[in-house]
């Protein structure tokens, strides 16, 4: 099955860090990615939707410039959360869909960052 | 717009009983109907969609989810609970607005005893 890698899957760092996660979709190719937030015992914000080769789309209410979204390849996106603060501390999820129709995601394991 | 509600936050459920899990949708046009489970510290894990055809969806780990037109719903089943079902189920829904996109329920957590 359409397998998705999410890198690192636990980060622990000093406020004022930038830290970036990676996405990789290992068997498939993924025009379409996805990045989520999850706040504890809530369900999933969709933060931003990332095309392969075009600029991200932001949702209302997520900073471009906080959550710096590069998707250079068919089957990598990151997110960078620059100078990361306490509040910026949540379990970040990609997700990948292999066509443009309306197939099912794949996800990745999420990261836990705690920015301390 | 399109929305999808989970009314229940929890259900509880005996082992070997059936479960069910609730989930109801609106949108306009096709409805493209999923569920997912999250187990603790990870990601989702895609069970059943319903893109067409049968009402009644067959997926992963013996689950099912019937699609009903008329009440807008799309209800996870499984006829016999196991212990290691209890995890974070979530429904979600997509439709076509220029390009696909996904709508998730709250999500609702199972506790299968034993």
């Known amino acids: 099955g359409a397998v998705v890698s999410q890198h690192p899957s636990w980060v622990i760092c000093k406020s004022g860090t930038s830290v970036k996660i990676e996405c990789r979709s290992l068997d498939f190719q993924a025009t379409t990615m996805f990045w989520y937030r999850q706040f504890p015992k809530q369900s999933l914000m969709l933060m931003a939707t990332s095309n392969e080769g075009s600029k991200a789309t932001y949702e209302q209410g997520v900073e471009k410039d906080k959550f710096l979204i590069n998707h250079a390849s068919l089957t990598l996106s990151t997110l960078t959360v620059t100078s990361a603060h306490p509040e910026d501390s949540s379990f970040y999820i990609c997700s990948a869909r292999e066509e443009g129709g309306p197939g099912p995601q794949h996800f990745g394991d999420g990261t836990r960052l705690s920015i301390l | 717009a399109q929305s999808v509600a989970q009314p229940e936050d929890q259900v509880n459920v005996a082992e070997g009983n059936p479960l069910t899990v609730k989930c109801t949708y609106s949108v306009s046009g096709n409805p493209y109907l999923f569920w997912y489970v999250q187990y603790p510290n990870r990601g989702l894990q895609f069970l059943l969609k319903?893109?067409?055809?049968?009402?009644l969806v067959k997926g992963s780990y013996g689950f099912e989810a019937e699609f009903n037109k008329s009440q807008t719903s799309f209800h996870l089943k499984k006829p016999s609970a196991l212990v290691s079902d209890s995890a974070l189920y979530f429904c979600a829904v997509s439709a076509y607005t220029g390009g696909f996109k996904t709508i998730f329920g709250a999500g609702t957590r199972l506790f299968v005893k034993a």
């Open positions: 319903y893109i067409t055809g049968d009402n």
